[in-house]
């Protein structure tokens, strides 16, 4: 009997087939396969896991698992699983074009990203998800924003109240807030808001403070946007521009003593934080030169125009009199212990690099993000969850961001230890989003159609 089930399964290879397996009806087991549940940093070994219908059938040890007929078997030997990973400050182009959003998406689900959540809002996007949701278009589970909410798109408070009522009757997720808000137009936006139940998140204007924006229930605060600026004394008297991009110019001035009561006020009032550190580490420390993304892999994936753009960009940065290498290097390290205190005070931390944005590739660093934030202190398992668990209770969505019986399966197979080594979450043999296999194969051949000419 067990050699008559044997012939009726379909036995692919997770390195070799070059397959996009999409079939509600069929299950797809992953076997043998080492579980990194999230649920706890214990690793579960030997493992068989089912998936049937975009959830997560079974979990059992390999010796014990019931395999179903004609299912499509993934060889999971010396892997290991991970759920799927979110980048909660993504970029989708602002187009009505949607190849270029299709190339972006891509690029995320072939790296494993699961989940995200768009920072720059379009009408077109609004479509896209609905396409994504539909299966018409491969692509993470995605959450927008609506246009963004700055100091030329808001021209009164009256206009910014009214944007708001816009942007939640026409279906956005988020509100996405950029610099250059007064506190009248600040406060107006955020109390439409909370009364017409839409969150808010994103920068910090300069006029409206981290603290006011903490009281005022930002969602999530992303690139530690006014922490800096927080902790520096007579705040109140400098101008915006003598303070550099998240306080970058200003930062020896930072009272650290200060750090706790920050950390406990964003704690009390739930805030979440996306630190947004690889965008830090890589556009503003004076070590990661103009030239050096020319020697990334990854840059062949971006245009050239937009690599020159992101270099020349790093060059002005540098060549402003106010750029001190040694106090941006103090910048670096002030932000590494802003993130290490979020995650010693119970800070909520939520994976997002910010890209595509300066030296940031969509999808490849998110797993910078992950290597950062081990970087500033965190272990491999702590960063893990800022992309995984801590993202499902931001979301408020049940059964994700773990592997376990009735989980969404959005999944990724490792082929080494992410909890040894972080760097590891690079090393993808297939991804696993709803119903879909992504063999690495197929990967290998959706990112070599994605390279540009450099």
Sequence with gaps: MKAIVAALLIVVSATTSAQLVSNKDQEIVIKGVSVISMES??????????????????????????????????????????????????????????????????????????????????????ELRSMINNG????????TTGPSFNGMSVTSPEEGSKMVRKQKQAGYDFLKLHPGLTRPEFDSISATAKRVNIPFAGHVSF??????????????????????????????????????????????????SKIPT????????????????????????????????????????????????????????M??????????????????????????????LLLGCDAPQVFNVPGFSTHHELEYLVLAGLTPYEALKTGTVNVAKYLGVENSGVIKEGAV?????????????????????????????LSKAYIDGELKKLQKTQ
């Excluded at 182009?93 to 998406?105: G, I, N, R, S």
């Excluded at 009281?215 to 007579?234: C, T």
């Excluded at 060549?319 to 802003?338: C, Q, T």
């Design 207 to 256: 006029g409206v403070g981290v603290w006011r924006a903490i009281e005022a229930g930002y969602s999530s605060i992303d690139h530690l946007d006014g922490f800096v600026e927080g902790l520096v004394p007579g705040i109140e008297n400098m101008h915006e521009q003598q303070t550099g991009l998240f306080g970058m110019f200003i930062a020896d001035k930072a009272d650290e």
């Design 41 to 126: 940093e214990k690793i579960l070994e030997n493992q068989t896991v089912v998936v049937k219908n975009g959830k997560i059938a079974s979990l059992a040890g390999a010796s014990s698992a019931r395999i179903p007929a004609k299912a499509l078997i993934i060889d999971g030997k010396g892997k290991f699983l991970i759920p799927g990973l979110a980048e909660m400050h993504a970029h989708i182009p602002p187009v009505d074009d949607l190849t270029p959003m299709k190339e972006v998406l891509m690029l995320f689900v072939t790296n494993g990203i699961t989940t995200i959540r768009g920072m720059l809002g379009h009408a077109k996007h609004l």
């Design 319 to 348: 060549e402003n009199p106010l750029y001190d290498p040694a106090k941006v290097k103090n910048f670096i390290s002030l932000r590494r212990k802003l993130i290490k205190s979020c995650q010693d005070h119970g800070v909520g």
């Design 262 to 317: 920050l950390m406990k006020a964003l704690q009390s009032n739930q805030i979440w934080v996306v630190p947004t550190q690889s965008l830090a580490e890589r556009w503003f420390h004076p070590d990661y030169g103009p030239d050096s993304f020319k020697k990334d892999p990854h840059a062949i994936y971006m245009n050239s125009q937009i690599v020159e753009q992101w270099i020349t960009s790093k060059k002005n940065l």
């Design 136 to 143: 018409e278009i491969l692509g993470p589970n995605f959450y």
């Design 409 to 437: 399966s959005d999944l990724v197979l490792l082929d080494g230890n992410p909890l040894k080594d972080i760097a590891q979450t690079k090393n993808i043999a297939g991804v696993m989003i709803g119903t879909q296999w």
